[in-house]
């Protein structure tokens, strides 16, 4: 069973950055790709940036490429999503999600963290 703990939501400005993490545990974190989804009030979950095991990305929805970058860091067992000039409509609940590599669905997912943009 993996586990997953998001971090680093808040509420600031837009055009401020902010950047989450999202800790693993209760599994081999480099054997798992790691996902970024969100969503708002009413809409439906969005996929933003990805990192598979292998370390290569993908940049998600065309609303965040370019402003939004994914890492990760499996010594500390972590991923992180960079977002830079932040809008308001970047306003979300943020998850973070695992998946078994050479899998396709998201099997293991975080609590979420609350990102809100003011104008």
């Known amino acids: 069973q993996v586990r997953l703990v998001e971090s680093g939501g808040g509420l600031v400005q837009a055009g401020a950055s902010l950047r989450l993490s999202c800790a693993a545990s209760?599994?081999?974190?480099?054997?798992?790709?790691m996902g970024w989804f969100r969503q708002a009030p009413g809409k439906e979950r969005e996929s933003v940036p990805a990192i598979m095991w292998s370390g290569t990305s993908t940049s998600g929805a065309d609303s965040v490429k370019g402003r939004f970058t994914i890492s990760r860091d499996n010594a500390k067992n972590t991923v992180y999503l960079q977002m830079n000039s932040l809008k308001p409509e970047d306003t979300a609940v943020y998850y973070c999600?695992?998946?078994?590599?050479?899998?396709?669905?998201?099997?293991?997912w975080g609590q979420g963290t609350q990102v809100t943009v003011s104008s």
């Open positions: 209760g599994g081999t974190f480099s054997h798992y790709d």
């Open positions: 999600a695992a998946r078994l590599l050479g899998t396709s669905v998201y099997q293991w």
